[in-house]
């Protein structure tokens, strides 16, 4: 398997420290709780010392991975992890994202599971729930080196959750997984959740995943989720990153793939000051296939960054990576995609794009698209495009009595939509639609282009 790996320097991260005495903290807390021999204390150690080895990747010089992102901000900022210290019922949750009866609903605050507000396990047959310690690739397919989140989430890799579909099984259900941040009184809240995935032979299942916050205090978010697809399976893969606009959002998604396999996702990232989304998928077997949408929506002075890769080891595979960005304000957005077909993968189909609609003058974004091809009967393409709305676009439907604040909002609504109409369950695609509505005014605000270009 391929990852883009590159050497960082070693940082000094200015509050190792609090970090340090968090870490010391958990593993006093693991010890008295009796799971000191745990499975996955060796992952916690190793994650922890390679935290403490590369610290977080302020320096962008030499490092390009993390390019056009600064981080020094979260350098600066003291987030501590602990217990909730702030409370919610189900209805407050409720009215911030969509919880229906349909769909099989998992909570976590603070990164662990709370029963209290999820639904009961075990109501899909073939489908089980278990610690993540169960998963045999954990901490095989997100590995610690070099990357300080993967590192920080394994050393404090707490309960998570491990979903397994066994062989051939269809879930009934909509796996919904809900990450709820609360505040903390006294600081900054840090959340380190951890879900692995396993999708027996011919199994299929949808797995929806989402990120919200129950106040607007600062809060570090580093998720990771590991996903192995047998033979033959299928997932489907929605994400939805809706956190704060105070907030800091790492995640991490590394998925193996078996021959057969089809693995969709498509993700929504609004909201937080700085976000990255981290998608890794490894075509291991023939005739897999990749799919990977996403839309990200960025105003004032938020920052989206996607890393986006693929790795095709084998031949007759398909992989399609396109991402939509809309950007006003002083907003930035990153798109690093990379399509890398190994030697030996022949009959490769691999397809990237980026395109971006800037609604300001301010507004910026950086998009790298790349291919490394070690194969010579391949079919593959990459490119990347940002502009504005012109003027013509928007008489036009000015001059079918569309009224200009109204056409506005229907250029922007009408660049997303391609990519949130992939969102396969009705409930969530409209939850998105309205989120995007809501999101609509403040986009129109910030914007100095619409109609000028």
């Given at each position: ?212 916050s129950m106040s607007d205090a600062a809060h570090l978010s580093a998720p ?124 490769t189909d691999a397809s990237q794009k980026d395109l971006n609609l800037l ?74 639609e309205n989120q995007l509505d809501e999101l609509m005014p403040a986009l ?10």
């Amino acid at each position: 398997m391929t990852l883009n790996v590159v050497e960082i320097p070693t940082n000094v991260v200015r509050h190792l420290d609090l970090y340090r005495q968090d870490w010391d903290d958990f593993v006093a807390a693991q010890a008295s709780n009796g799971v000191a021999t745990n499975p996955v204390n060796e992952l916690r150690n190793v994650g922890w010392r390679e935290f403490e080895r590369v610290g977080f990747p302020i320096h962008r010089r030499g490092n390009e991975l993390w390019k056009y992102t600064d981080l020094r901000g979260i350098d600066r900022a003291e987030f501590r992890s602990g217990s909730p210290s702030k409370t919610f019922d189900r209805n407050e949750l409720a009215a911030k994202i969509p919880l229906p009866s349909e769909w099989q609903n998992l909570v976590f605050v603070d990164g662990r599971l709370d029963r209290s507000h999820s639904d009961s396990v075990g109501q899909q047959a073939g489908v089980r729930f278990d610690s993540v310690s169960g998963f045999a690739d954990l901490g095989k397919l997100a590995q610690c080196a070099d990357n300080a989140f993967v590192s920080l989430n394994s050393a404090f890799l707490d309960d998570g959750i491990f979903v397994d579909v066994d062989t051939g099984v269809s879930a009934s259900k909509p796996i919904h997984l809900v990450f709820v941040t609360t505040g903390l009184d006294d600081g900054h809240r840090a959340v380190y959740p951890r879900v692995a995935a396993s999708i027996g032979p011919g199994a299929e299942a949808m797995l929806i995943e989402t990120h919200v916050s129950m106040s607007d205090a600062a809060h570090l978010s580093a998720p990771v989720i590991e996903i192995s697809l047998a033979e033959d399976a299928s997932l489907k893969h929605y994400r939805a990153q809706l956190d704060n606009e105070n907030s800091y959002h790492f995640a991490t998604t590394r998925v193996k793939q078996s021959s057969g396999s089809n693995y969709q996702s498509s993700s929504f990232s609004v909201g937080c000051s700085i976000g990255r989304n981290d998608v890794f998928t490894h075509l291991a077997g023939e005739h897999a296939v990749s799919t990977l949408h996403g839309v990200y929506l960025t105003t004032n002075r938020q920052h989206q960054d996607n890393e986006i890769s693929t790795t095709h080891s084998a031949p007759h595979c398909t992989s399609d990576q396109y991402y939509k960005g809309i950007l006003s304000g002083r907003s930035r957005a990153v798109f690093s995609g990379k399509i890398t077909v190994e030697r030996g993968a022949q009959k490769t189909d691999a397809s990237q794009k980026d395109l971006n609609l800037l609604l300001s003058h301010g507004a910026e974004v950086d998009t790298k698209p790349s291919l490394e091809i070690y194969a010579d009967d391949v079919k593959c393409g990459h490119g990347a495009t940002a502009g504005y709305v012109d003027e013509d676009t928007l008489f036009y439907l000015q001059s079918r009595g569309v009224d200009y604040d109204t056409a506005q909002a229907m250029l922007i609504r009408g660049f997303a939509a391609e990519i949130i109409s992939e969102f396969g369950d009705d409930t969530l695609r409209e939850f998105l639609e309205n989120q995007l509505d809501e999101l609509m005014p403040a986009l129109q605000i910030a914007s100095d282009t619409i109609g000028t270009a």
